[in-house]
């Protein structure tokens, strides 16, 4: 192959000790771990915004959920493909190409499934999606259950916007007893394409599975939206003010926190989530349309109008 060819060019130019030295160096040191956020019970009581800044939910704030673990590699894998896992992990990409390249030496011309999906993620991480998709694609003919290519593949596609391709290549990874490495993203993305599609009972589902693993606002506001559009108002309470404790400043939970008390009656709490809602000053304009022709069904909800 073309690519290969290249590869194994790119490697005899940058084999030397110095390099797989420094490597080696490199990958003795492990990446510090951060504990994931205890799964707490839903509760009813609304936090009111603090004034103290907390950190921000990178999936609420993009179309881009958070940024996923790369591809786990067996322990028995080959140094260079363990070090150029570790080295996406700290988005290093020009060593990453290297110690690819040096994996496509070792080999002798014929990498394995893991190959592709290192180098599949790091064209990703670099926006070069064409490059990407190649990879992902020959990794897939390589080991075709492998999920990690799987899922990368769905990730693919949703960043790029090709939403039913994405979908069918995240429910085939969740089809595999072995799980991807990124199984929180996946679930994620997953259900935001169910809501999309207005497939509420999936979406909820796989919300549910995401907070499980790891809660956060993004996973619980799913969980409340989906609730709140199955009718099922006070499984949507809970789960909203769950998101609400664990980010009191997301516009979007005080939207559904409103709409919720202005179809159960609460005038007072309507308002107070609603000055939240201007407050924080919520774009989603579709949303603030169905909040304001909620209050006026109703008859209350907007203490600017009283």
């Known amino acids: 192959m073309r690519m290969e060819q290249s590869g194994l060019s790119k490697a005899r130019n940058l084999l030397d000790p110095s390099f797989i030295f420094k490597l080696s160096n490199t990958f003795g040191k492990a990446p510090l771990q951060t504990s994931a956020p205890g799964f707490r019970q839903a509760g009813v009581t609304c936090a009111k915004p603090s004034t103290h800044r907390q950190s921000p939910i990178q999936e609420n704030e993009h179309p881009i959920p958070p940024k996923e673990r790369s591809a786990v590699i067996q322990p028995n894998s080959s140094i260079f493909l363990q070090t150029a896992n570790f080295l996406l992990e700290v988005n290093a990409f020009q060593l990453t190409d290297a110690a690819l390249a040096h994996e496509l030496v070792a080999c002798n011309g014929d990498p394995g499934a893991d190959y592709y999906v290192l180098l599949g993620r790091l064209k990703i991480q ?142 007072l709490e309507a308002e107070q989530s609603y000055k939240y809602v201007l407050k924080l000053n919520l774009q989603d304009e579709k949303l603030l349309t169905e909040i304001h022709q909620t209050q006026q069904r109703v008859g209350f909800g907007n203490p600017m109008l009283a």
């Open 126 to 267: 670099q926006t070069s999606f064409i490059e990407a998709e190649q990879n992902l694609k020959q990794a897939i003919v390589v080991k075709h259950d492998n999920p990690d290519a799987w899922g990368l593949m769905g990730h693919l596609y949703y960043l790029t916007s090709r939403t039913e391709e994405a979908r069918d290549c995240y429910e085939r990874t969740l089809e595999y007893t072995t799980e991807a490495s990124d199984m929180h993203a996946i679930y994620l993305r997953l259900a935001s394409i169910y809501l999309e599609q207005g497939e509420f009972e999936k979406g909820k589902a796989t919300f549910l599975k995401a907070c499980i693993r790891s809660p956060s606002c993004v996973s619980w506001l799913g969980v409340g939206i989906s609730c709140y559009r199955l009718g099922d108002l006070a499984e949507a309470e809970d789960a909203l003010s769950e998101a609400n404790i664990l980010n009191n400043k997301d516009a979007e939970v005080w939207s559904y926190l409103s709409l919720v008390c202005l179809e159960t009656g609460r005038q």
